[in-house]
Structures are given as C-alpha cells and as structure tokens.
C-alpha cells in the first residue's frame, strides 16, 4: 500500500494569515492543501469563494483541494476551476445536476469528486462512482471544523473501498473529519488514501511532526 496523503484544511488557520499558512503547509511537509468552501445554506457555517482560492494560488504550487459545501454546485464549479483549483468536489444531494457539474469541471481539465456527508447514505454517491477521481467521506458532519471522529463511518469507507476493487475503478478514497496521529492507522486499513487534517495539524505543538505521523 502507498502511504496516506495528508492535505491540512486551512479551515483551521488564521483568516488573516492565509499567504502564511499555505507556506507552512509546505514547510511541515504535507501533500495537498485542503479548502473548504462554505455558503451558510447548505452548511450554517461561512467561510470563502473564489476569490480566495484565486489568491491563494498566487502563494502556492501545491495541490489545492477544494472542498464545496454549497448549494448548487454546477453553478460555481467552472468558476472554482478557474480560480486555481486541482480538485473540486461537491455534495451530490446539493445539487439540482451533478453529472453537469462533474462535465464542467472535467472540461476543464480539473480532477473531480463526490462528497458524502456523515449522516448519508451509499445511494447519494453511488450513480457518479465511475465518473469521478475521488470519492470525500465524512467522518463529522459538514460544516464546522474540529469536532470529533464518528469511527462508525469506516465501514462506509470500506465499502466503497470494495466497490472500487470490484468494479475496477479509479477513485482515490478522501477523509475528512477528526483525522488524527491516533486514529490514522485505523482510517488506512479501511481503505483511506487521503487525509484531511484540520486542528491535529494547526493546533498541533509540533504540525510538521504530526503531518509525518500521518503519512504512514
């Protein structure tokens, strides 16, 4: 098995900081950077757009992962696109379209995925798992960061785990949600590839320690 990628959410950073927390990210040596994008309807809480995405770009090559908890996607996908993003995955139970939203951001030569929310079931991905790059599994409910792991959703990370074997396909499996030193090694043998890392990595005493812990 290859080691598990660690992509630290800049959800957990300082707002004012940001050109300095995507050159941390770097500097404590994680893969991907994390950006969740959050509109107050589909999820209470409210973070950035594209603008910020566009802008972070200017500070950083790295992987930007972006993450959109909004309603109607398929409107904003191609906007997200050409901001910076590499990646952009949505909820499929937020949108009036998903497999348009899949189409615009694959014209763009950008990767895509699907989101399942953690009090979801299998059916709102299942249709769109041989059209994406990524299937995002949450382990806490959308929305806010630093809330606790709900381990019960490892069985759902193993299943799509199998589904993916069985049928042959392609998608990295994400996971998103109280990730941590402590419990990444259970996340990875349920079939995780990447890690979302909010507060374990930001709130850590040493982050560039704790992504390594990770990446195992």
């Given at each position: 098995?290859?080691?598990?990628?660690?992509?630290?959410?800049?959800?957990?950073?300082?707002?004012?900081?940001?050109?300095?927390?995507?050159?941390?990210i770097?500097?404590?040596?994680?893969d991907?950077?994390?950006?969740?994008?959050?509109?107050?309807?589909?999820?209470?809480?409210i973070?950035?757009?594209?603008p910020?995405v566009?802008?972070?770009?200017k500070?950083?090559?790295?992987?930007?992962?972006?993450?959109?908890m909004?309603?109607?996607?398929?409107k904003h996908?191609?906007?997200?696109?050409?901001?910076?993003?590499?990646?952009?995955?949505?909820?499929?139970d937020?949108?009036?379209?998903?497999?348009?939203?899949l189409?615009?951001?694959?014209?763009?030569?950008?990767?895509?995925?699907?989101?399942?929310n953690?009090?979801?079931?299998?059916?709102?991905?299942?249709p769109?798992?041989?059209k994406?790059?990524?299937v995002?599994?949450m382990?806490?409910?959308?929305?806010?960061?630093?809330?606790?792991?709900?381990?019960d959703?490892?069985?759902?990370?193993?299943?799509?785990?199998?589904?993916?074997?069985e049928k042959?396909y392609?998608?990295?499996?994400?996971l998103d949600?109280?990730?941590?030193p402590?419990?990444?090694a259970?996340?990875?043998?349920?079939?995780?590839d990447?890690?979302?890392?909010?507060?374990?990595?930001?709130?850590?005493?040493?982050?560039?320690?704790?992504?390594?812990?990770?990446?195992?």
């Amino acid at each position: 098995m290859s080691r598990i990628k660690v992509a630290p959410s800049i959800l957990s950073a300082d707002f004012g900081k940001m050109a300095e927390a995507v050159n941390n990210i770097k500097n404590w040596g994680a893969d991907w950077i994390h950006c969740d994008v959050m509109d107050g309807v589909y999820v209470p809480n409210i973070t950035f757009g594209m603008p910020m995405v566009k802008d972070l770009r200017k500070y950083t090559d790295m992987f930007l992962d972006v993450h959109l908890m909004i309603t109607e996607p398929e409107k904003h996908v191609g906007a997200f696109c050409d901001s910076g993003a590499d990646m952009v995955t949505f909820h499929p139970d937020a949108s009036k379209n998903p497999l348009k939203a899949l189409e615009i951001i694959k014209s763009k030569g950008k990767l895509c995925g699907v989101v399942l929310n953690a009090d979801q079931p299998f059916s709102v991905i299942e249709p769109y798992l041989d059209k994406v790059d990524m299937v995002l599994i949450m382990t806490v409910q959308a929305g806010f960061g630093g809330q606790s792991f709900i381990e019960d959703r490892l069985e759902m990370v193993k299943k799509v785990k199998t589904i993916k074997e069985e049928k042959g396909y392609n998608y990295l499996i994400q996971l998103d949600g109280g990730i941590s030193p402590q419990n990444v090694a259970l996340c990875k043998n349920a079939g995780m590839d990447i890690a979302v890392a909010g507060s374990s990595v930001f709130k850590a005493t040493n982050p560039s320690e704790a992504v390594r812990a990770m990446q195992i």
